[in-house]
């Protein structure tokens, strides 16, 4: 797949509006700020996402075809945006719930979490619900490049046993940074691996 010549496709704030339901797509989940926006960005080499800062725009989800014919990256809501009313959150919440339940073609999950930071609730609800559903889930621990290489080493050693990578083949971890690039190739390399299975 050549990401750079992914394209935005459509926004979606029900599931009815999503693309047909066929081909392959993998989404992209994490807390606002988590550097989601920023990962999408790096791997396309483009400036598809946009940060969440702009509350209405959390609430949707943005589909992204590549150049293989119905193959896609999803850009799902960012989770936590604090100014969020609570009737927005809950109907994020349906709605990204009715997504992860509903999408056939959905082939895999990417999870965006900063490296110098604790799993927080979101994060937890994530990795369990891929767990129960076998949906394969690659974390990003991204903004590598605020540590140094042996802290950023450690950080994703612990995180590794915290959360028994090694009992888990659907699960995978790794650094990532947008600011300095790195990580994007191993990225590629598990999107292939689930998008062109
Ligand atoms: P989103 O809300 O998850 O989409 O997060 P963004 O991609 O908008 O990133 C949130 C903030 O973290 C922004 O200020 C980014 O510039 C910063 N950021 C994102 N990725 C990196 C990275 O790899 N390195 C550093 N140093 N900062 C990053």
Redesign the pocket.
Known sequence: IHYHLTRFNTSASKLSQCPDDIGAEVAFA?????????????LTNAKL?????TPGRTQLINFFDTNVEDVRIVDLP?YGYAKVPIAMKEHWQKHLNDYLQNRDCLRGVVL?V?IRHPLKEFDLMMIEWCHDAEMPLHILL?????LNRGAAQNAMLKQKQALDVKNKPLLTIQA?????STGVDQLRDQLNAWLLA
């Open positions: 994490g807390r606002s700020n988590a550097g989601k926006s920023s990962a999408i960005n790096t996402a946009r940060t969440s800062k960012g965006m900063d991204t903004k590598a490049d605020k990532f940074s947008a600011l300095k």
